[in-house]
Nanobody, 129 residues
Framework: QVQLVESGGGLVQVGGSLRLSCIAS????????MGWFRQAPGKEREFVAA????????WHTDSVKGRFSISRDNAKNTLSLQMNSLKPEDTAVYYC??????????????????????WGKGTLVTVSS
């Protein structure tokens, strides 16, 4: 069992930055690929970024490329999402996710066969214009 707790959300102006963190309980953090999802009001949950078990491979959805950066520290059981140049359309609840079932096809393509085994409860990011 893995528990995920997000933090770092808040209210920020357009063009500002936030850094989200997700702390995982247990000793198995390094056995999971990790990801960030977000859900804006009235919209479906969106896959935003993912990172392999050892941090050597990452993926970001096109709308955040060049602005967001996912990283992890397995020694600290921590997943991070650095968000820069924030836009109003980034407003959403951001969720941390752990997956043991996935495949990174490379070439900047979205991870395949991703099944989230554990979800955090989310942290709200609001970007005001």
């Amino acid at each position: 069992q893995v528990q995920l707790v997000e933090s770092g959300g808040g209210l920020v102006q357009v063009g500002g930055s936030l850094r989200l963190s997700c702390i995982a309980s247990g000793r198995t953090f390094g056995t999971y690929a990790m990801g960030w999802f977000r859900q804006a009001p009235g919209k479906e949950r969106e896959f935003v970024a993912a990172i392999g078990r050892f941090g050597g491979i990452t993926w970001h959805t096109d709308s955040v490329k060049g602005r967001f950066s996912i990283s992890r520290d397995n020694a600290k059981n921590t997943l991070s999402l650095q968000m820069n140049s924030l836009k109003p359309e980034d407003t959403a609840v951001y969720y941390c996710a752990a997956s043991a079932t996935y495949r990174f096809p490379g070439g900047g393509r979205q991870p395949e066969n991703w099944i989230t085994a554990y979800w955090g409860k989310g942290t709200l990011v609001t970007v005001s214009s």
